[in-house]
Structures are given as C-alpha cells and as structure tokens.
C-alpha cells in the first residue's frame, strides 16, 4: 500500500504543494495578477449593474495615474486596517497567558485521564475538537498523548493518536467555545461582505451554534471511525516500545484549576448580570443581546476569560510570579504570529485591489447570473462549494489563506443569491476541515507522521494517510447530512446569523436584468 498507486498519487501532490510559493508570496503575485487584470477589463469596457444601487460598475484601471496613487497611499492603511489583524492579535493574547501557564494542558491531561476506558476514544475525539480553541496545543500534546494512552492500556497507540488527530484537525471546524480560528475567518467574510455591503458584520459567533451540534456529530462519528474500521485494520500492536507512565495531575495543579474555575465564575456572573436585565449595561442601546457589546466586542469577552483565569492558575502552580511573567506568557505567543503578520500584509493588499478594481462586485453579479441560470438549487450548490474548499486544501494548506482568497469572490456571489456570508463560511469551514487529515499542505502533517513514526518505524506517507482516509469519509458525510437538515429546517447558524437575507435584501440583491 505504501507503495502503491494511491501514495504515488499522494507523493505527487505533496510534491506540487511543495513547489508553489510561500502563501505571502502567492498572495503577492495574486495582487499584481489583479492590477493586470483591471487594465485589461477595462480596456475591455467591462461592467455590471449592481443589484442594490442599481449604478452601473466599471472595471477599474489600478495602473493609471489615479490607482497608482491610491496603492501608495493607502497601502499602510490597507494593512492596518484589514479586520482580522487586530481581531486575532487580540485574540492571541489572552490564549497566550493560557498557554504560558499551563492550564490548556492540565484541563487536557484531567479530561483524558478521567474519563472511564468505554468512552476514551470518544473522549479524545472530543478533547481534539476541544483543542482548536488553543490554537495548536492539541497537535503537539494531546495527539502523542493519546499514542501513550492507548498503548497503556494495551491498545494500537496509533489506533489513540488517529482519534486524536481526527478530532484537532478533522474536526477543526467543530467546538464548543469561540477560538482563535472563528474571529480571524469572520473578518475575512465581513471584509468579502462589504464588497456589496459597506455595513456588513460579521461576529466571530457567526458559526456558534453550528458548530456546537457539530461537536457531538464529528464526535460520534470520529468514535465509530476508530472502533469499526480502524482498530480492526491495525489489530494488536507488536512493536518494541514500551508503554509510558502518565503523570496525573499534582495537587498544586488541581488547586490552581479550582482558583481558575472560581476566577471564571466569578466573571460568568458579573457578564451574566450586565447582559440579563432587560436593562442591563452590557446591553445594547436598544436593549438587544444580539447588537450588544457581548456580541460585537467578543474578542475583548474572550481575552478577559482566557487571561484572568490562566493568571490565576499561573500564579498558584508558580508559572506566574511576577506581572513579568505573564506579559512573557503573552509575548512568546505573539512570536508565533511573525509568519501571519507577513502573509496578512499581502493578502490585505490583494482584497483591497480587488475592492478597487471593482472585479469583486462585476465577478460577484455575473457569477450569481451564471448559477441563477443554471438552476442549480442551494443544496447541489452547498455540495460543490464543500467538494471545492476540500479539493484546494490538498495543495494549500492555511485556512485563513485560503479564505481570504476565496472569500471575496463566493460571499458575494452567494449574496446576490440571497444567502448570507455567514452560510457561506461555514460551507467553506466543512470543507476545509474534512480533508485537513489527508492533506500533505497541513503544516503539523510531518510532526504527526514522527509520532507514528514511534511506534511503526517503517511508517510513512501512505500508513498515514490510509490510516486518516476513513475519518475524511465519513466526516464529509456526517458534515453534510448535517448541514442539509440544517438549511432544511431553517436554523439560525450563529446569534443573529441566518441562512437567507432578510427579505428586503433578498429583494434588492436580486441580480438585475442586464
């Protein structure tokens, strides 16, 4: 099998994923592909009537005088000012204290070490789905430490490490809480919505009740993966290494996690009771939830629940000693971000060219014409979208890459179709999550590949992703059947996030006879 012709096909792609630039790079050469292509367009004498305003656009020259001008001055304003910079700059503070004082890793080490031997595998399945909020603690802890479990109690450690791995990166797109990943995206979408609505929001909660259902589904779904295919094809493990010893939690760690849970209750209550009364200050002035503070300043909610319970947990097992401490915490975690800062410099530049030119809108409006005539309905639509997201993520490995490249040309497009930017993103979210096991662009696939490596040391490409297959499967699956009863029954996706435009939009954004 490893080497057969499905891994030589696999090989192929990595190679060819390899070959391409540096997404910052990419996003670079897409900017200049687009001053390129508004002179050609407008040469051309390209347009389109937009369906809101009913003004006709032009494609835009960004090489005259004028657009040269506005590249100059506004390229600093471009980055400044791309939304999901500060959003997950923020973000990535108040994990960082998390990360720095070691309660993502207790709370990790507690749920997997209590649970009962019946339910471990959906238990580290779920602890995965769970650890996307962390950004990438459950790659480098959770993932080898479920290898160790198994392997403990007499279990394939591959057979742990797969369930693992099936939940960090499979089931990417599922949790229960807000993560890094959900703020970062919905700014990209709001940045793509405002091509076609300068006052669009879209709040990182956008996806949040989806993505709750989610949990339980890629859960049950990852579970049934492990015990009915994949333990039975790897059968009894027969290599030399010997099990490990897990280190349960110190009593000095279960003491911070009860001052860390007291601190979080503390400022459940105080958020609670601002937002509960029908006049509470955390209100919004009309007295809604759903316009509030709660909402749109989520990101500030998120640095303060993640910073002073870590703080507190900090400071009791000794991590923290000092306010130096702390602001280390956050720091070490913002060097993370150096790659990330370079790739959103390029990628700002590219969305605002795209604005400028006017391609975004004309693309968007003749796009929406083209799938309108099709008669192709929402679901067939859903379907592709996923099968598309699922196909780039083999050779591009970045979510938010990816977005951002995307975004500006399907959110509009599925506007003037009368769905929301929210749908849109959580289409694109499925299908970049299904395929992220399999993909040799997944920037922590060779670091998986070494913990397989420990227990099968002949292991390579092909044990890895055969082993993965299975979970890519049925998770698309399960994802879709989903997301069909969903847009069947009409369910909100997130607070305030439907699936349609409100009828008067849907009125407006109705594609214009030409």
Do not use: C
Not at 55 to 78: C, K
């Amino acid at each position: 099998m490893r080497k057969g012709f499905f891994t030589t096909i696999l090989n192929w792609v990595e190679k060819g994923g390899n070959a391409l630039p540096h997404p910052a790079t990419l996003f670079g050469l897409f900017a200049i592909i687009v001053l390129l292509l508004s002179w050609i367009f407008h040469l051309m004498g390209t347009s389109a009537v937009h369906p809101v305003t009913l003004e006709t656009y032009h494609a835009v020259n960004l090489l005259s005088r004028d657009g040269i001008h506005r590249i100059l001055d506004e390229m600093v304003v471009n980055f400044t000012g791309f939304a999901p910079l500060g959003i997950v700059l923020v973000a990535m503070l108040g994990i960082g204290i998390a990360e720095g004082s070691g309660l993502i890793s207790a709370l990790i080490r507690l749920l997997v070490l209590s649970a009962p031997k019946r339910i471990l595998t959906f238990v580290l399945v779920f602890s995965g789905i769970l650890s996307n909020m962390a950004s990438d603690i459950g790659y480098v802890l959770l993932i080898p430490l479920a290898g160790v479990i198994f392997h403990s109690i007499g279990r394939h450690p591959i057979a742990g490490m797969a369930a693992a791995f099936a939940g960090v990166s499979g089931g990417f797109s599922a949790n229960l809480f807000i993560g890094t990943i959900d703020p970062l995206l919905a700014g990209l979408s709001q940045e793509a919505a405002r091509i076609v609505d300068d006052q669009y929001v879209v709040n990182p909660t956008a996806n949040y009740y989806f993505m709750v259902v989610s949990t339980f589904v890629i859960a049950i779904t990852g579970t049934w993966v492990t015990e009915k295919l994949v333990v039975p094809r790897l059968g009894k493990y027969k290599g030399d290494e010997k099990p490990e010893k897990i280190e349960p939690l110190t009593g000095l760690e279960k003491k911070g996690l009860y001052w860390a849970l007291a601190v979080f209750l503390i400022l459940g209550a105080i958020l609670l009771a601002g937002i509960i009364p029908e006049h509470g200050i955390l209100r919004a002035d009309d007295g809604s939830i759903l316009r509030s503070p709660v909402l749109k300043g989520f990101i500030a909610i998120l640095l303060v629940f993640s910073a002073l319970p870590s703080t507190a947990y900090g400071i009791v097992v000794g991590k923290y000693k000092n306010d130096a401490d702390v602001m280390k915490g956050m720091a070490d975690n913002m060097k993370t971000l150096a790659t990330y800062i370079v790739l959103v410099f390029f990628a700002a530049q590219f969305v605002a060219y795209f604005k400028w030119s006017n391609l975004g809108l004309i693309f968007a409006i003749d796009g929406a014409e083209v799938l309108k005539n099709s008669g192709l309905g929402l679901i067939p639509l859903m379907l592709l979208f996923i099968v598309f997201a699922a196909s780039i993520n083999m050779l591009m490995g970045s979510a938010s890459a990816k977005w951002a490249l995307l975004a500006p040309i399907f959110i509009p497009m599925f506007m003037f179709l009368g769905y929301t930017p929210e749908l849109s993103q959580v289409v694109y979210r499925i299908g970049d999550s299904v395929t992220n096991i399999i993909s040799p662009m997944m920037s922590f696939f060779a670091l998986i590949l070494v913990f397989f490596e420990k227990y099968d040391p002949k292991a390579g490409i092909g044990t890895l992703i055969s082993t993965m297959f299975p979970y890519s499967v049925f998770f698309f699956i399960a994802w879709v059947i989903l997301l069909i009863a969903w847009v069947l029954l009409g369910l909100e996706l997130g607070p305030g996030a439907g699936i349609h435009l409100d009828d008067t939009l849907m009125r407006d954004l109705k594609p214009a006879k030409q």
